[in-house]
């Protein structure tokens, strides 16, 4: 009997470096709502989080940082060596991790869903899914993009892959299997196609709205799909002018990492605001308003859309890294709630780490909290 009634569920495994949080993105831009149980795990184990305790009195204290916190490169390099390590973590984690995922479900008001666990059959999770997918890659792919992605050395990105089981184990259970091992547009493809077959009632994209209002010069949001790609590449290389201009597929790319919202007036495109949300953090790392739009009308637009999407996902908390010239706006910002914050003083540690993940080079961080009560307090 499957747990969560009105739901369909995708459970989306793979081993790691396979993309399995790309695909995960395509199915939210889809319309599915998105799960990543492994950012789950790490939540648990926080410093103040249930699973703290018990971690630290099974693997001692030496696996601590000069902060307090879990280091997961320590705590990593023991358990991803040792299957009975690694089995003490899990018996610690998962029963935390599934009541956070039933949370979370129960809460949401989309009918789809996707849960993103490499050890999705091995929790028992996929006995509660409709739908079971798998991501593949070859290993030297896998070996790249965590080197690469994640910046681990040669010799603990190997010790992470020979630690998990075979691939084939999780393909042969799969009912979908995505060979993510090409371009963004060619995985883009397959997700499409699987979604249509499982999911045959629902459009193959989001669906964008509001429409278009009927004074043609009022200014309106609308969320984008992959296929807006090439009105995005032509915006940002008329404002930013990048060299090498941007191209559809470096836009398609884009969609792999991280959603976005249009400012239109009419049919004309005047304004975009990129962003994405893990672990119930938005992170705004991208806003571009045509100078003809003035920032104190566009930015309000563009911000709020953005907030309301984060909202229905759930989050905590929003992360805006604004550019030079949207962060001599401080007054405007005030007033959308937002306020000027180091990394380092966002109290939460699943926000430090989501500032210092996406904050990027001659950017000003505001923050602003979207719900008062933390979604994983209860557990």
């Known amino acids: 009997m499957r747990r969560w009634h009105g739901k369909f569920v995708i459970g989306l495994t793979g081993n790691i470096g396979t993309g399995k949080s790309v695909v995960r993105r395509m199915l939210e831009h889809l319309g599915a709502y998105g799960i990543d149980a492994d950012a ?24 601590l ?53 490499i050890k999705l059959m091995e ?22 993009r965590l080197m690469q992605n994640r910046k681990m050395t040669e010799s603990d990105a190997r010790q992470r892959i020979a630690s998990q089981p075979p691939q084939e184990q999780k ?39 509001p429409l278009a209002p009927a004074t043609p010069k009022e200014l309106y949001v609308v969320r984008a799909g992959p296929r807006n790609s090439t009105e995005i590449a032509n915006l940002m290389n008329r404002l930013v002018q990048p060299l090498p201009p941007l191209t559809r597929e470096d836009i398609m790319a884009k969609f792999g990492e991280q959603a976005f919202m249009l400012l ?13 949300v893990e672990n119930l953090v938005a992170r ?39 550019p030079p010239e949207l962060a001599r706006q401080d007054g ?24 210092l993940e996406s904050m990027q080079p001659n950017t000003v961080l505001y923050f602003k909290l979207l719900r008062q009560d933390r979604v994983l307090r209860p557990i």
Request: hydrophobic residues 45%; proline residues 5%; charged residues 20%.
């Open 332 to 355: 405007l910002w005030r007033t959308l709630g937002y306020e000027q914050r180091l990394p380092g003083r966002l109290g939460v540690i699943a926000w430090q780490e989501a500032a």
């Open 123 to 144: 929790s028992g999770l996929e006995k509660h899914c409709h739908s079971l997918w798998a991501v593949y890659a070859p290993p030297d792919v896998q070996l790249k």
């Open 40 to 63: 789950l795990a790490h939540r648990i184990v926080a410093k103040g989080a249930p699973g703290y305790d018990a971690v630290v009195q099974m693997f001692g204290k030496w696996i």
């Open 264 to 276: 239109q007036i009419g049919n004309k495109m005047v304004g975009v605001l990129g962003w994405q």
């Open 171 to 209: 393909i042969s259970a799969a009912q979908v299997v995505i060979r993510n091992i090409g371009t963004f547009e060619d995985t883009w493809r397959q997700v499409v196609t699987a979604w249509k077959k499982f999911i045959p009632t629902i459009s193959s994209e989001a669906p964008t709205s």
């Open 65 to 117: 940082g000069s902060d307090g916190e879990i280091d997961r490169v320590k705590l990593g390099r023991m358990v991803f060596g040792d299957p009975t390590a690694l089995a003490q973590l899990e018996k610690i984690t998962h029963p935390y991790v599934l009541q956070a995922i039933d949370y979370f479900i129960q809460r949401s008001n989309h009918h789809v869903v996707v849960i993103e666990a």
């Open 284 to 322: 705004t790392t991208d806003i571009l308003l045509d100078p003809s739009i003035p920032v104190a009308q566009g930015l309000p637009e563009l911000i709020n859309e953005m907030e309301q999407a984060s909202r229905d996902l759930q989050c905590e908390a929003s992360l805006v890294f604004a």
